[in-house]
């Protein structure tokens, strides 16, 4: 009995494995040699794009989120009448493959409408590339929807501008689009820019150096991702030699910038306390006259450069108009506003570089957590 159950086993088996694999990527059609034949026969309105694949090929592997990707573009832009993408396993399918001169993986070939013969495709194999090509080549008008980016794209004319700015800190990442150490650090390097799109010395940048060689050859860049940090007031870069996850990038510019970031894009517990300032606090927490002081700071915070300074001058007028209760009340009016995440990102900002003023005089520096979730503010 236990060998009739193992050779079904294996039979199974070899019945599944036998089966050529069914991609199911989205906005690409999995063709059969059956499937394309019904389909491909001569009598097609559409263009195809078909890739002949293997499902071990590393190539091929890179192909097929740029692949659906492109696909599934075509059919958000109403294009999926004019033309196709598709794939065929010609790993399982061999004398299929080899009726259309495959003899490599990936190897696309174009099956224009009403021609049952392959043309090669000799375009590119990223995502813009495909859609460029395939608008070119069949006059469809395909695009891709792109959330807006944090990341700062340079290039040989804005380069300057902003990575040598005197006033601005700069982290530049020199990449490749073809670099898969790149393209994995992507989401996190976008995920850090947006974390400081409101810090305007602070900013987060990129740039195409295998398009834009002679800047990467200015910076020595011999590799990619290639990770360089221009300080203010500095011509010469600094190598980024620390950890490449969010967590790291954001410790390194809070540090290089001088602000208190969290990796979420929200200001920590010491944002907004000015160090020349902490004097003044020290004297309301130790009974000093607040019409003095209101004095004292309004003079100290009028060609401060921090904006946080005008905070305090205000905060410091309030207490001394309402009282000291007006710290409490006001910080229980802020940690609302904060928490229900529907103020704008530079209100938020200021919001909480005065909660922590206030706690600061209370002599707490405990941080309010703004409301989970609200990332568009």
């Not at 059609?29 to 499902?55: C, L, M, Q, R, Y």
């Not at 290039?155 to 601005?168: H, N, Q, R, W």
């Not at 295998?210 to 991702?225: A, C, D, L, N, Q």
Request: proline share 4%; charged share 25%.
């Amino acid at each position: 009995m236990l060998s009739l159950k193992l050779a079904l086993c294996l039979i199974l088996s070899l019945i599944l494995s036998s089966h050529a694999e069914v991609f199911g990527l989205d906005g690409v059609t999995d063709f059969s040699p059956e499937e394309f034949d019904a389909t491909i026969d001569g009598t097609h309105t559409k263009n195809w794009v078909v890739a002949f694949v293997a499902p071990w090929c590393g190539h091929c592997k890179t192909l097929k989120p740029v692949w659906s990707e492109v696909g599934v573009a075509i059919a958000a832009t109403g294009q999926d009448d004019k033309v196709g993408l598709a794939l065929v396993d010609a790993d399982e399918h061999r004398d299929f493959g080899i009726k259309y001169d495959v003899t490599g993986f990936p190897t696309i070939k174009m099956f224009k409408a009403g021609s049952t013969e392959a043309e090669p495709y000799n375009g590119p194999r990223d995502v813009d590339g495909v859609v460029k090509f395939l608008n070119d080549e069949f006059g469809t008008n395909i695009f891709i929807k792109k959330a807006p980016k944090s990341v700062v794209e340079l290039d040989e004319d804005s380069f300057d501008g902003v990575a040598l700015d005197s006033t601005k800190n700069v982290l530049v990442e020199f990449y490749a689009p073809w670099c898969g150490h790149c393209k994995n650090l992507a989401p996190v390097y976008e995920k850090v820019a947006k974390a400081y799109r409101n810090e305007g010395n602070c900013v987060i940048a990129a740039i195409d150096a295998s398009t834009h060689k002679s800047i990467g050859s200015r910076y020595e860049v011999t590799g990619f991702p290639a990770l360089k940090f221009f300080g203010a007031g500095t011509t010469e870069p600094e190598d980024y030699s620390t950890g490449r996850d969010a967590d790291s990038f954001v410790k390194f510019m809070n540090e290089k910038c001088g602000v208190d970031r969290t990796i979420d894009g929200k200001l920590g517990a010491t944002a907004g306390i000015i160090e020349e300032f902490n004097s003044f606090v020290g004297s309301y927490n130790a009974g000093d006259s607040i019409s003095e002081l209101v004095e004292k700071v309004a003079q100290s915070a009028k060609d401060h450069a921090e904006p946080a300074a005008q905070l305090y001058a205000k905060i410091f007028n309030k207490i001394k108009e309402k009282g000291s209760a007006y710290i409490e009340k006001e910080k229980a009016r802020l940690t609302k506003m904060i928490a229900d995440g529907k103020a704008k990102a530079d209100k938020l900002d200021m919001f909480t570089q005065k909660y922590n003023i206030l706690s600061a005089l209370t002599g707490t520096s405990e941080p309010v957590v703004p409301a989970a979730g609200k990332e568009e503010l």
